[in-house]
């Protein structure tokens, strides 16, 4: 009796939750995206309620107040949603720029590759956090600006994961059939290569997500971030003052960070393990 054949999709998972790290930070994402999408609901108090400052964690306060009586925890409730908007819209931008150049570069290879490719490590050499500071201060902090500033400089790296891909599987026998029937280099590209190439680009992009949170954050720590929205970097910068009079301040959103960028980073080693032709035994 024949066994019956598992699901790409299904093999994936199987492959995936082998690693009880990766099924950690997998929990972890979605404990992320969840506080996130319900924060004004889960918030036990909302930004206009002021206790009293420097109220140490208790019961009425499980995280303690800030140096205005701000709830800690309903702050950092609220800002998880500006770091899911941060890493998601950075990411959804750089993707859509890295798939682009690197699609094209790729496919066409030769002088269109060569062009491409220097542009791509123009952008590479520059160095972006400097270089994010320098854009946020001239046209300003607003969370659309950073995303913005974010996507255009994390680019590079999608584009040239992309085109190696790309250069691996133009030349492949089911590309051969495909143009011999007429397909456009259009749908070529769309149709047949891009979602054969797409594994390594959804790995990096599940780190890129932790890497634009991060990004944000330091902007937000200096002062850079926008002040209409409540962020864990705004809560960092708020607490730089009070490190030895108030530890909380600093701590649990600290934690929260961590706690959130380690646990994209393991859903990505586990993605990278489940994807990879190479890895799969």
Known sequence: MVPARVRPSRQVWLRFRRKKTALFGLAGAVLFVAVALFAPLLAPYNLMDMGPSFQPPGADHILGTDSLGSDVLSNMILGTRTSLIVGLCAVLTSNIIGLTFGAIAGYFAGRTDNILMRVTEMFQILPQFFLAIIVVALFGSSIWNIVFVIGILTWPVTARLLRAEFLSLRKREFVDAARALGMSDFDLIVREILPNALPPIIVNASLQISGAILLEASLSFL???????????????????????????????????????????LMGDGLNDALNPRLRT
Do not use: V
Request: proline fraction near 5%.
């Open 223 to 265: 002062g850079l971030g926008d002040p209409d929205a409540m962020s864990w970097g705004i809560m960092l910068h708020n607490a730089q003052e009070y490190f030895n009079r108030a530890w909380w301040m600093a701590a649990f959103p600290g934690l929260a960070l961590f706690a959130t960028t380690l646990a994209l980073n």
